[in-house]
């Protein structure tokens, strides 16, 4: 599987570990492991669904790192019945940790001037490895550690080494002359890494005061002086001086580089041991108190905090004792030594306990919560006694807020509603400048005042909510509370107002879905009649409580289904209302809906009225109705003979007809379930038309008449036109159908106009006329041949 490599600094935050697998149909089990021991920190999973049994689950680790986690490996264990081994995936986390402390060493006693010094600082067990500086007051030079003398030159050597346990200790080297300029001065170490400036931590420090014995350092002043020997004045000269010890053995006063008798009190006053120059006299020391860090700390970090109680003036300049108070009253007095018995001197023999060896001008207030905040001040002591107390330096800590609370209103929550969210302390810790963290489960809110309200209330504020107080010091405890949101019956699916249901259904069924927290119950009538399956068997109820559906926003639901057969439906009986009805809840009273049911069947016993229509050409025939039963009613159209549409409802009408639009015509009678059709015979009738012409009938001459017509009871008259007289013809006719025969008697002169007049039910056509010759008889009988059936 392999592995990552994290890099995170001690100490830190929680640092979350996440790892993804699939999540197989039968769940997998989660293992999170610290090389081969299993741990015991706060663990969450979590899981989504994807369909089929597969999903993608989440494991997250929460851990505190610390030092014991050095070279440590963690690890995700997936076991599962789908998974022939299990499935691992390790991180190695590289832990910085700060130095376990500093140590500095290399003088026991006292040193003598001209001596060279070595000092060695080493901090102990940091990743990564510490940096050390020193300082005496400020950072060491050749200018600041034994003033210009170019003998006191200084040398830092510096080395790192590694430990077993993956830090290193820092080892440094501090070398230099000894001069009289570092009697009495604080020599510092400090050592820190990454770790303690991201933390804004104060550095490791230890120090260690110098005793450098020399001789005096004499300066006489005035270095010239000018006086009138009749003057009469006394002339005062100065020897000062500073020794260590500072205790004098003998004065010597020369003149001109021979010695003076200062014992002639005639002449010289002063310049003895018994009688040492006034500026070399003890006097008490005034002092300060440094700071550091000198800004405001916060106590949840435990910061170490280091007064040092600074001399500014003083004669000896060393501080044998040091007083410290806060507020005004005494805290310490160091060194405290505890010798177990003293020799014939007074001094005391022993280690004197842990606090003698101290520098007692340092103070080091470590963990530093706000109960060590306050103004603090010190007080010196030297050979000449006790100084004044220091101004009052104060240490600020900041501090979070007391422990947060959260309450909300009104007690009872509704949807659609409105609730106020309100978080307090008692205490709002140090600065007072407090702002809130708002969270609803693991989402935070952009809400950062003491209160705000939610409306309207919908289901994603049934969760858990919760507050933390912040400040500058940091965060107060939070405060949760759970939201539970409650819903009044409402109908997330209502019945449809109307529904047809087919006469030969095998089960008809209705739904509905009502939302309602806390859950109520669903019932059905008919007819304003209970359902009750239990008494009435032809009805089966199924209902099924729903869980809330964050997608839609939607709460908890019953979902309710009527069922029953459509075997049981009468096509001709009436509709019926079925109702869906919920009971009320605590907080709200119940909803219903209704449905009216109808019994649907496809059309049937369609019918035209009347099946034939006559209809004369040039005139409207009569319209004709179409009808048909069915459910849902019926929806008509006609078609002609060409399958064209030509009306959309039930009648046929057609304001003028000619002959092409004799035919069938049909009525189409539809609803959802089908179709059925019915047809009508539209009959254009029309008075004959005629055409007229000579031919061969049974090897006769004649004259034949056909027509087109309709109705086809055609009727045949022969006339001839002889001095504008219209002469019937009766005899040597033959009407066969639409045709009339005239035959010509070849015996005798047949010349003359002949005309055909027709006639029908409809009325008469246009005569047909034609004039017979010899010649157009002749020509006429050669073009056409008639069969012995008479046809053409």
């Known amino acids: 599987m392999g592995s990552n490599d994290w890099h995170v600094a001690v100490p830190e935050p929680e640092t979350d570990f996440y790892i993804f697998v699939p999540l197989p149909t039968n769940g997998a089990h989660r293992h999170?492991?610290?090389?081969?021991?299993?741990?015991?920190?706060?663990?969450?999973?979590?899981?989504?669904?994807?369909?089929?049994?597969?999903?993608?689950?989440?494991?997250?680790?929460?851990?505190?790192?610390?030092?014991?986690?050095l070279l440590s490996k963690f690890s995700c264990r997936v076991e599962s019945e789908a998974l022939d081994e299990p499935t691992i995936k390790s991180v190695s986390v590289d832990v910085n940790v700060r130095p376990v402390g500093i140590k500095l060493s290399g003088v026991s006693r006292y040193v003598v001037q001209g001596m060279n010094v070595q000092l060695n600082c080493d901090a102990f067990r940091a990743k990564p490895p510490s940096t050390i500086r020193w300082t005496n007051g400020s950072s060491l030079t050749d200018e600041n550690l034994g003033k210009n003398n170019v003998d006191n030159?200084?040398?830092?050597?510096?080395?790192?080494?590694?430990?077993?346990?993956?830090?290193?200790?820092?080892?440094?080297?501090?070398?230099?002359?000894?001069?009289?300029?570092?009697?009495?001065?604080?020599?510092?170490?400090?050592?820190?890494?990454?770790?303690?400036?991201?933390?804004?931590?104060?550095?490791?420090?230890?120090?260690?005061?110098?005793?450098?014995?020399?001789?005096?350092?004499?300066?006489?002043s005035p270095l010239n002086i000018t006086v009138n020997e009749s003057a009469n004045r006394n002339v005062l000269l100065k020897c000062n001086y500073f020794a260590n010890p500072q205790e004098l053995k003998s004065v010597v006063w020369l003149k001109d580089g021979r010695t003076l008798a200062v014992n002639d009190t005639s002449k010289y006053v002063g310049g003895t041991l018994v009688n040492p120059p006034p500026h070399n006299q003890p006097h008490t020391p005034d002092v300060e108190v440094i700071m550091k860090p000198s800004k405001p700390v916060r106590s949840i970090e435990k910061t170490t905090v280091n007064l040092e109680c600074n001399l500014t003036t003083g004669n000896p300049a060393t501080l044998s004792k040091v007083r410290w108070f806060l507020d005004g009253e005494l805290m310490k007095e160091f060194p405290q030594c505890n010798y177990s018995s003293y020799n014939e001197n007074g001094v005391g023999e022993g280690n004197g306990g842990p606090f003698c060896g101290l520098d007692p001008s340092i103070l080091s207030l470590e963990r530093v919560d706000e109960t060590f905040a306050g103004n603090y001040t010190c007080q010196g002591q030297n050979v000449a006694g006790w100084g004044p107390e220091s101004e009052p330096k104060e240490l600020i800590v900041y501090y979070p807020p007391s422990p947060a609370k959260l309450r909300y209103f009104p007690s009872k929550v509704v949807k659609g509603g409105s609730v106020t969210l309100e978080c307090s302390v008692d205490n709002p810790g140090r600065p007072d400048n407090v702002t809130?963290?708002?969270?609803?489960?693991?989402?935070?809110?952009?809400?950062?005042?003491?209160?705000?309200?939610?409306?309207?209330?919908?289901?994603?504020?049934?969760?858990?909510?919760?507050?933390?107080?912040?400040?500058?010091?940091?965060?107060?405890?939070?405060?949760?509370?759970?939201?539970?949101?409650?819903?009044?019956?409402?109908?997330?699916?209502?019945?449809?107002?109307?529904?047809?249901?087919?006469?030969?259904?095998?089960?008809?069924?209705?739904?509905?879905?009502?939302?309602?927290?806390?859950?109520c119950s669903i019932g059905w009538s008919k007819d304003g009649a209970r359902i009750n399956p239990d008494t009435d068997p032809r009805y089966k109820i199924e209902t099924t409580i729903l869980p809330p559906d964050h997608h839609k926003y939607d709460f908890d639901s019953v979902n309710s289904t009527l069922i029953w057969s459509g075997k049981q439906l009468n096509?001709?009986?009436?509709?019926?209302?079925?109702?869906?009805?919920?009971?009320?809840?605590?907080?709200?009273?119940?909803?219903?809906?209704?449905?009216?049911?109808?019994?649907?069947?496809?059309?049937?016993?369609?019918?035209?009225?009347?099946?034939?229509?006559?209809?004369?050409?040039?005139?409207?025939?009569?319209?004709?109705?179409?009808?048909?039963?069915?459910?849902?009613?019926?929806?008509?159209?006609?078609?002609?003979?060409?399958?064209?549409?030509?009306?959309?409802?039930?009648?046929?009408?057609?304001?003028?007809?000619?002959?092409?639009?004799?035919?069938?015509?049909?009525?189409?009678?539809?609803?959802?379930?089908?179709?059925?059709?019915?047809s009508v015979l539209i009959n254009v009738q029309y008075p004959p038309e005629c055409t007229i012409s000579i031919?061969?009938?049974?090897?006769?001459?004649?004259?034949?008449?056909?027509?087109?017509?309709?109705?086809?009871?055609?009727?045949?008259?022969?006339?001839?036109?002889?001095?504008?007289?219209?002469?019937?013809?009766?005899?040597?006719?033959?009407?066969?159908?639409?045709?009339?025969?005239?035959?010509?008697?070849?015996?005798?002169d047949t010349s003359g106009l002949y005309v055909c007049n027709t006639s029908n039910s409809v009325g008469e056509g246009i005569p047909c006329e034609i004039k017979v010759t010899e010649d157009t008889k002749r020509k006429s009988t050669a073009n056409k041949s008639l069969g012995s059936n008479g046809s053409n």
Request: proline share 5%; charged share 20%.
């Open 695 to 748: 031919v061969k009938k049974d090897s006769r001459s004649a004259i034949l008449c056909s027509v087109r017509a309709n109705s086809q009871d055609v009727k045949f008259v022969w006339t001839t036109r002889e001095a504008n007289e219209s002469i019937p013809l009766t005899s040597e006719t033959r009407q066969e159908g639409l045709r009339s025969y005239f035959f010509l008697d070849s015996s005798i």
């Open 436 to 519: 809130y963290i708002w969270m609803r489960g693991s989402h935070r809110l952009s809400e950062d005042k003491p209160s705000f309200t939610i409306s309207p209330v919908g289901l994603g504020t049934r969760a858990n909510f919760t507050c933390v107080a912040t400040n500058e010091g940091g965060a107060s405890v939070s405060a949760a509370v759970y939201i539970n949101v409650n819903a009044p019956p409402a109908f997330i699916q209502k019945l449809s107002p109307y529904q047809g249901v087919l006469y030969n259904s095998e089960y008809i069924n209705l739904t509905c879905i009502v939302e309602c927290y806390p859950v």
């Open 32 to 69: 999170a492991r610290k090389t081969e021991n299993v741990l015991r920190p706060t663990t969450h999973y979590t899981a989504i669904e994807e369909g089929a049994g597969i999903g993608t689950g989440t494991s997250k680790l929460h851990i505190t790192v610390s030092r014991g986690d």
């Open 153 to 220: 030159r200084v040398s830092i050597i510096t080395d790192v080494l590694a430990e077993k346990d993956g830090t290193y200790t820092t080892k440094s080297s501090l070398t230099f002359k000894a001069s009289h300029w570092e009697n009495g001065r604080t020599i510092y170490c400090f050592g820190e890494n990454e770790v303690i400036r991201k933390n804004g931590e104060p550095e490791k420090r230890d120090s260690i005061i110098l005793d450098v014995r020399h001789p005096p350092v004499i300066t006489v």
């Open 571 to 678: 096509k001709s009986g009436t509709h019926s209302i079925y109702k869906c009805e919920s009971m009320s809840n605590s907080i709200g009273p119940g909803v219903s809906s209704s449905i009216e049911i109808a019994v649907d069947y496809p059309p049937e016993d369609v019918v035209v009225s009347p099946k034939t229509v006559n209809v004369i050409e040039k005139k409207a025939p009569v319209s004709v109705k179409c009808h048909g039963n069915g459910h849902p009613a019926l929806s008509y159209q006609w078609k002609n003979p060409k399958h064209e549409v030509v009306s959309r409802n039930d009648e046929l009408l057609i304001l003028e007809v000619n002959r092409s639009h004799t035919g069938f015509y049909h009525c189409e009678a539809s609803n959802k379930h089908g179709t059925k059709t019915a």
